[in-house]
């Protein structure tokens, strides 16, 4: 059974940075998706950044992340990360970790019904 268990959420002032990590349990697909969603009260999902792995790694970041937000894995300790910078009061979300192995969740952007796999989310909270 796949688990995933998001942490490094927290309040920060604009300008800071902040680190989630998502560990993995149970995972096993050798080619899969993995990723950030976010979800911020009174709007829908919004996919952040994912990897897309198929033998080789691609990465998506929505573009008002891009440049200040950086997907990464390790792969020996199961885990993902997103490391955040420059952070603005408009990032401030629930923040989720997400999985999938089918091919819909290669397809771009991302959409949250083609994640299967969720984890409970971590808050981001950013003042100005």
């Known amino acids: 059974q796949v688990q995933l268990v998001e942490s490094g959420g927290g309040s920060v002032q604009a300008g800071g940075s902040l680190r989630l990590s998502c560990a993995v349990f149970?995972?096993?697909?050798?080619?899969?998706?993995m990723g950030w969603f976010r979800q911020a009260p009174g709007k829908e999902r919004e996919g952040v950044a994912v990897?897309?792995?198929?033998?080789?790694?691609?990465?998506y970041y929505a573009d008002s992340v891009k440049g200040r937000f950086t997907i990464s894995q390790d792969n020996a300790k199961n885990t993902l990360y997103l490391q955040m910078n420059s952070l603005k009061p408009e990032d401030t979300a629930m923040y989720y970790c997400v999985a999938d192995f089918r091919a819909a969740c290669k397809k771009l952007p991302p959409g949250a019904s083609n994640f299967g796999y969720w984890g409970q989310g971590t808050q981001v909270t950013v003042s100005s």
């Open positions: 990897i897309i792995y198929t033998g080789g790694g691609s990465t």
């Open positions: 149970g995972y096993t697909y050798s080619t899969y998706c």
